[in-house]
């Protein structure tokens, strides 16, 4: 006889190797902000506490440039 197997799609069942998902709080866009003043575009491993440097990346050229730029009126 088959073993009755689990039936939950995949999208349902929780990913014990990655870390829920959080936002970005104001204080961490600052301190992005900083590291890039200070720093520029380098060293993203380092530049938020508790954040990946992908998301660093991703935070800073989908977000927070574009927020700058539009202000400026670029």
């Known amino acids: 006889m088959p073993a009755i197997r689990d039936t939950k799609p995949r999208s349902l069942v929780p990913n014990v190797h990655s870390p829920p998902m959080k936002g970005w709080t104001k204080d961490q ?6 590291h890039i003043v200070k ?8 530049a ?4 990946t440097g992908h998301q660093c990346i991703d935070q800073w050229k989908k977000t927070l440039l574009p927020q700058i ?3 400026l009126g670029f």
């Not at 866009?29 to 900083?34: D, E, H, S, T």
């Not at 720093?39 to 380092?46: K, P, S």
């Not at 938020?48 to 954040?51: E, I, N, R, S, Y």
Request: aromatic share 10%; hydrophobic share 25%.
């Open 69 to 71: 730029q539009r202000s």
């Open 39 to 46: 720093n520029g575009e380098r060293n993203w491993n380092h």
């Open 29 to 34: 866009k600052v301190q992005l902000f900083n």
């Open 48 to 51: 938020v506490d508790g954040k």
